[in-house]
């Protein structure tokens, strides 16, 4: 394990030190936790994003999507537990 030197202003080292002792935890292990949440938060972001562009490609590709109509109404049933058949995808207009 390597050890890392931050500046932090004041202010902010004694709210960590407070949320920290809330928290029932070291400040030390406050801001390592803050930061393995940020880190997993901006990994998943990413993830995210690398579906949604590769999603994209395939609608640029095959000019075929779902209406936000059948999705809405699709998504609406599966939540309150419904039976529902999935919608197709189909060229979209103008594709």
């Known amino acids: 394990m390597s050890t890392t030197t931050i500046r932090i202003e004041d202010d902010l080292k004694a709210r960590i030190a407070t949320a920290a002792e ?3 935890k070291s400040a030390h292990a406050f801001i390592v936790e803050a930061i ?3 880190v997993e938060q901006i990994e998943a972001e990413e993830e995210l994003h690398q579906l949604a562009q590769k999603r994209w490609a395939k609608v640029l590709q095959t000019g075929k999507s779902i209406a936000w109509d059948d999705a809405k109404e699709y998504l609406v049933a599966r939540a309150a537990g419904r039976p529902v058949v999935r919608p197709s ?3 979209m207009r103008g594709a």
């Open 22 to 24: 809330h928290a029932g």
């Open 89 to 91: 995808a189909r060229k």
């Open 36 to 38: 393995s949440q940020k």
